[in-house]
């Protein structure tokens, strides 16, 4: 049974193209959401940090807000380099963090 | 910036070799985790730990096993590699804050 589950899987915008990638979440007792960015070939870098519905962060052109049972990354006049594999993660109390499998973002200019 | 580091890289061996990847992290963080992710998939847990002396497995068996013998370092060792062991390897940490910070990962193939 999938907790974590994104969507779309892939997403392909024009540059300044605004957009949101969504994740949705089923576990109970949540002690967070995260949200990573990860190039090919690289480790995951962590993006932000939810942890109560109502929740927003902003970080350049990146905003990420959280619901009782979803989150979203909105993209905001997206460039190239914004390009990457998007990645939500939750964490329960006592468990280790559990990964969505991700939206594959690709901006063309 | 997190000081989390993972070597080798890239590493390529025999099948039937033993392979100890390493970990370590100078942030102090108590919690460390393994996971495998091949390429354009999602990572999968494969080992974790909550301190010295404790380590868990993760939903995925890997046939691999870990230590937690210091806070900083927590390394990887396959005792027999196969070529289904061909993947990238990712070490991560937590610290209070529970979001976790990732290395550069080790890509291994094995042939």
């Known amino acids: 049974e999938d907790q974590v589950t994104q969507s779309p899987e892939a997403l392909r915008l024009q540059e300044g193209e605004s957009s949101s990638l969504n994740c949705s979440y089923t576990?109970?007792?949540?002690?967070?959401l995260f949200w990573y960015r990860q190039d090919p070939g690289k480790g995951p870098e962590f993006l932000f940090t939810?942890?109560?519905a109502g929740e927003e962060k902003e970080k350049e052109r990146l905003k990420a807000t959280l619901t009782k049972k979803e989150s979203f990354l909105h993209i905001t006049a997206p460039k190239p380099e914004d390009s990457a594999t998007y990645l939500c993660?939750?964490?329960?109390?006592?468990?280790?963090?559990?990964f969505g499998k991700g939206t594959t973002l690709s901006v063309s200019s | 910036e997190a000081d989390i580091y993972q070597t080798p890289r890239y590493l390529v061996i025999g099948t039937g070799k033993k392979i100890t990847l390493e970990c370590s992290q100078t942030?102090?963080?108590?919690?460390m985790y393994w996971y495998q992710q091949d390429p354009g998939m999602e990572l999968h847990l494969i080992h974790y730990?909550?301190?010295?002396?404790?380590?868990e497995k993760g939903d995925l068996s890997s046939e691999s096993t870990v230590s937690r013998i210091r806070t900083e370092h927590f390394p990887l060792t396959l005792e027999s590699a196969r070529p289904s062991h061909t993947s990238q390897y990712l070490c991560?940490?937590?610290?209070?804050?529970?979001?976790?910070?990732f290395g550069q990962g080790t890509r291994l193939t094995v042939v």
């Open positions: 939810l942890y109560s």
């Open positions: 942030m102090g963080h108590d919690k």
């Open positions: 576990v109970s007792g949540l002690r967070g």
């Open positions: 991560a940490s937590t610290g209070l804050g529970a979001e976790a910070f």
């Open positions: 730990s909550y301190g010295v002396n404790s380590t």
């Open positions: 993660a939750v964490v329960q109390a006592g468990t280790a963090l559990i």
